[in-house]
T-cell receptor, first 112, second 118 residues
């Protein structure tokens, strides 16, 4: 089978750094993506890791370790507008084609 | 501006009726997807299409049907066979890379349709 695990909720203060972890178990793993979704809105793409290591995009960074089946999203200099749900998603190659499977999401609350 | 349009934003139907959700994109993307999101849950893949006139079942295709007659359009029909149709439905699109892989291409999502069946 396959599974993705991420914490359901994380709380942090404005200006701080927060790390959202994601562990996965899946066949045909190809890469790990991160998406942000504000309440009732459309998910938006944040980052993709196809290779081990760190990818940095502004205040956001994402990390992947294939050997540990683990990744994380790092958010720096937190702002109130970062309060949202964050989803990790695994890309996998299957007999039926290419699929993107999402985790259940981590709700991030940024407080003053 | 390019994007994905889903309509309507809210939809109400009686149990036993089929309903079709619209999804149109002008991003010139080859691949399109339908996801379902329930409260506090992740996104679950219903159907996806990598090219016109072809589509594949996702993880929860039962009770749903799709068509891909045009590159820009990928309508989803929620049939009366779907046991729990009330949910937030999200349509997305992406490019298909030169290698034919869509797995590493970012998905662009529409704003969703919230379907309530009573």
């Amino acid at each position: 089978g396959q599974s993705l695990e991420q914490p359901s909720e994380v709380t942090a203060v404005e200006g701080a750094i927060v790390q959202i972890n994601c562990t996965y178990q899946t066949s045909g793993f190809y890469g790990l993506s991160w998406y942000q979704q504000h309440d009732g809105g459309a998910p938006t793409f944040l980052s993709y890791n196809g290779l081990d290591g760190l990818e940095e995009t502004g205040r956001f960074s994402s990390f992947l370790s294939r050997s540990d089946s683990y990744g994380y999203l790092l958010l720096q200099e937190l702002q109130m507008k970062d309060s949202a749900s964050y989803f990790c998603a695994v890309s996998r190659l299957t007999g039926g084609g290419n699929k993107l499977t999402f985790g259940t999401g981590t709700q991030l609350k940024v407080e003053l | 501006d390019g994007g994905i349009t889903q309509s309507p934003k809210y939809l109400f139907r009686k149990e036993g009726q089929n309903v079709t959700l619209s999804c149109e994109q002008n991003l010139n993307h080859d691949a399109m997807y339908w996801y379902r999101q329930d409260p506090g849950q992740g996104l679950r893949l219903i159907y996806y299409s990598q090219i016109v006139n072809d589509f594949q079942k996702g993880d929860i295709a039962e009770g749903y049907s799709v068509s891909r007659e045009k590159k820009e359009s990928f309508p989803l029909t929620v049939t009366s066979a779907q046991k729990n149709p009330t949910a937030f439905y999200l349509c997305a699109s992406s490019i298909v890379s030169r290698t034919g892989l869509i797995s590493n291409s970012p998905l662009h999502f529409g704003n969703g349709t919230r379907l309530t069946v009573t």
